[in-house]
């Protein structure tokens, strides 16, 4: 560190999921390098050593309070793969229809309560837009910040329906789901899912879904804005994007990532997939290894079938309880967007900067993924066959070694379970946001958003850059499940 | 009529924030509305409030130098103790002092500590297994009266720490507990013997289950999606269990019995170890071992196979169908 450049520790770095601070080197008028803690540990992996396998479904949507159906599905597939069992087509939606409800719960809160509220901070009072911006985003009292908890809560009557309460149900199954629909919750499931796309259609997106998803360019994208500039909140967001130059900051790794969510028929709706260069390959899992080198963890880099998780605060070299996932060797960016171009969106391409996601193109990524995933929902409603049954069931093995992989709506979330004697002997997590999050590894290689840091300005005077937050929220983070 | 301010202080700690997610899901009024309208003032809150970083350590450093008042603290998560008992599982971002020594610090201070979920009234699952962190509540370690403050630990009202279990907690749990403390009407003989609000607790999810009849004439589910009673084979322990699910509906109309799982008794300490799997009765000979705890096991095995023999037929087909497939007959009760 040279006598310019001065450091802080950011933190609490609240409106996120979870604990997180960043240590920041600053230089002149811009961070020079980003170091980023998750500073809570909980060890949700040792906690599962030795228990049934099927308590796992119990214990791992306690991981988290915002993904935790995600965690679930993870556990559900990774014990449906032990068993050798899948789910009945009616299984298959309402499994599908519960977790995409939290995933659009979970935009929804992102965008209105922990995103926006930045851009109704005083810094930016002289901002042409900055009326609009505190009126509807201002934390806690802002006018669709109210609407949308309230969208969010008639949204998860959802939850009250098929999955007994959210969070932390126990109707996902490695078969299915335990609450098998009559006609009534069919027709009661569309009403939820049309009354909610009504209001995203009014708040969010000031138009109708069907024209949100024929956008299929950053021009076509411009036309809309340029429609109706003052209407709903993705053009309010898309106005202060020009502005503040959103589009160029927060540049990721170029590399990105996807389980695939959503299977159905045999298919996924979002396709799994690895993005490397404007080409789409397959997902080899057995190219992941976490790193240990700047964990408080002991232990050798490994595939998570081998990897163990083994705190030690004294690490001299740790800076984080988050592990350092790499895919052969490198850093993927996962999420939203990740998902957006993994499923050949034509906007996608649009978005991307210099090869990389920005703090436009994950936002973005994730309001479109709100609107796709409505009319999926709708249709897997409409698809229901009253009478007809929502799971199988099967039966542990004495031994297994199976892998359980989904989408959690901050990216791709993987469960990698070793059975032996009818017991879990090993569970290993890596969730989306340790991928995101992740420290640097031994080739000291910064994780996305250590990198995504790299270059983000700085105000004069300020001690906690309003940059820093746009994006690292634009992330959406949920650090609980990092370190699990 | 002008109604006095309250200030609460939201610290989150050894848990998941499902919490606080789930009482963002508070509805008529929805979460924001009830607190302007009891004068609760969150301070600071990590999920809602927009202060960040060092604007954060202020708020805490004015509360303990005295400059600000604290009326409420709500501490969801549990405490962790660990490693050897530095705290360092968790030092709270950006202050480089364990959440441990945070806490210790500011519950003193405050007229009402509120322990919001299992993990932060007994330790909950983050304290299952081996307890990597050993992980505690506020004031109860497990079943223990103890915790990270000490059996003797009051608030500046005198009152101990009040314990909304449940993992996660009812919005309306916390939501009515923070209307009571707003008005200081919550007296120690509100709260149960685990220091639980009694609004709550004193109900049993068995109470408005929805499988009652099954229940009644021990017409049971053999495996999860069936619509029986699950007290025989899947573990549950509703009839047990101190919370109101079944009469207050969550996110609009469900509990867990609704949505074809057990109860697995989650406003109770250690009920992340019930020393069985979650969704198995354990049974010696064929009955049941442990349940129900309120009546004399052999008036329950004498009432059951009485029951038993005569569940009528529509039940037990229907006990072991994921839906009805046998429905009431439609007869003339003759009752004018």
């Known amino acids: 560190m040279n006598e310019e450049t001065r450091r802080i520790i950011a933190g609490p770095f609240n409106r996120v999921e979870g604990d997180l601070e960043i240590r920041l080197d600053i230089n002149g008028s811009a961070v020079r390098a980003a170091y980023v803690n998750s500073p809570l540990f909980r060890g949700f992996e040792q906690i599962l050593e030795g228990k049934d396998p099927r308590d796992a479904l119990t214990i791992v949507p306690r991981i988290c309070g915002i993904c935790s159906v995600s965690q679930s599905m993870a556990a559900a597939h990774a014990l449906a793969a032990a068993e050798g069992i899948a789910p009945p087509p009616n299984g298959e939606r309402i499994a599908a229809i519960i977790h995409a409800a939290e995933n659009i719960a979970d935009h929804l809160t992102h965008f209105h309560i922990f995103f926006m509220a930045d851009f109704a901070r005083a810094i930016y009072a002289g901002e042409s837009w900055y009326g609009m911006a505190s009126e509807q985003f201002r934390a806690k009292n802002g006018s669709s910040v109210q609407d949308a908890m309230n969208a969010r809560a008639s949204l998860l009557h959802i939850m009250g329906l098929l999955a007994g309460k959210w969070p932390h149900t126990l109707s996902v199954q490695p078969g299915g789901a335990t609450k098998a629909p009559d006609q009534r919750d069919r027709v009661r499931l569309l009403a939820i899912i049309r009354q909610f796309k009504d209001w995203i259609e009014k708040s969010i997106f000031a138009a109708p879904v069907e024209r949100i998803l024929a956008i299929d360019s950053l021009e076509s994208l411009r036309a809309y804005h340029a429609e109706a500039p003052q209407h709903g909140s993705l053009r309010l967001f898309l106005t202060i994007c020009d502005t503040l130059e959103l589009g160029s900051m927060g540049l990721g790794p170029k590399r990105f990532m996807s389980y695939g969510a959503y299977p159905m028929d045999g298919r996924h709706l979002l396709p799994p997939g690895i993005w490397l260069n404007g080409k789409i390959m397959p997902v080899d899992t057995g190219l992941i290894a976490e790193d240990l080198t700047s964990a408080w963890m002991n232990g050798e880099t490994a595939h998570p079938f081998e990897g163990r998780t083994l705190p030690d605060e004294t690490m001299a070299n740790g800076y984080s309880w988050c592990k350092a996932p790499r895919m052969a060797g490198q850093t993927v960016e996962v999420g939203a967007f990740a998902r957006m171009l993994i499923a050949d969106h034509p906007l996608a391409q649009g978005l991307l900067q210099d090869g990389a996601a920005n703090v436009r193109a994950r936002v973005v990524g994730r309001l479109f993924e709100i609107a796709s995933t409505v009319l999926a929902m709708e249709q897997w409603a409409a698809d229901i066959v009253p009478g007809e049954p929502a799971m199988v069931h099967g039966r542990i093995p004495q031994s297994a070694k199976v892998e359980g992989l989904t989408e959690a709506a901050r990216g791709s979330l993987g469960h990698w379970l070793v059975v032996e004697k009818g017991r879990i002997a090993s569970y290993q997590i890596i969730a989306p946001t340790t991928w995101n999050f992740s420290p640097r590894d031994q080739a000291g290689t910064p994780g996305p958003v250590e990198q995504a840091l790299r270059g983000a300005p700085v105000r004069h005077g300020e001690e906690t850059p309003v940059s820093v937050q746009h994006i690292v929220r634009s992330f959406d983070p949920c650090m609980v499940c990092t370190v699990h | ?336």
């Open chain 2, 1 to 336: 009529m002008k109604r006095p301010t309250r200030t609460v202080l939201w610290l989150q700690s050894g848990g998941c924030g499902g919490c606080t997610m789930s009482m963002m899901c508070a509805e008529n009024p929805g979460l924001f509305a009830t607190l302007e309208n009891f004068g609760l003032d969150f301070l600071w809150h990590p999920s809602l409030s927009e202060e960040s970083g060092t604007e954060v350590v202020d708020i805490l450093n004015d509360i303990i130098t005295g400059k600000r008042t604290l009326d409420i603290l709500c501490f969801e998560g549990s405490v962790l103790r660990g490693p050897n008992g530095t705290g360092k599982f968790h030092i709270l971002a950006g202050t480089d002092r364990p959440m441990l020594d945070w806490l210790r610090l500011i519950a003193p201070l405050a007229n009402y500590v509120v322990a919001v979920g299992t993990c932060a009234t007994y330790g909950g699952i983050t304290a299952a297994g081996n307890n990597p962190t050993d992980a505690t509540g506020l004031q109860y370690d497990g079943r223990n009266e103890g915790g990270a403050l000490g059996a003797a630990f009051r608030s500046r009202s005198g009152l101990p720490v009040v314990n909304i279990a449940g993992c996660p907690t009812h919005p309306n749990w916390v939501s009515e507990t923070l209307m009571l403390l707003s008005e200081d009407a919550l007296a120690l003989s509100d709260l149960d013997t685990l220091r639980r609000p009694r609004f709550y607790a004193d109900h049993l999810v068995h109470h408005g289950c929805s499988r009652n009849e099954y229940y009644e004439y021990k017409a049971s589910a053999e495996s999860l999606s069936e619509i029986g009673c699950m007290m025989e084979n899947l573990g549950c322990v509703g009839t047990q269990a101190h919370g109101d699910c079944n009469t207050r509906a969550w996110n609009g109309e469900g509990s867990c019995t609704r949505g074809g799982y057990p109860c697995i008794n989650c406003t109770a300490p250690e009920f992340e170890e019930p020393g069985r799997m979650f969704t198995e009765t354990p049974k010696v000979g064929g009955i049941p071992v442990g349940l129900p705890t309120d009546m004399p096991k052999a008036w329950f095995i004498a009432l059951a196979s009485l029951s038993k023999a005569a569940t009528p037929a529509r039940l037990r087909q229907n006990a072991t169908a994921d839906h009805i497939i046998a429905p009431p007959a439609d007869r003339n009760t003759n009752l004018k």
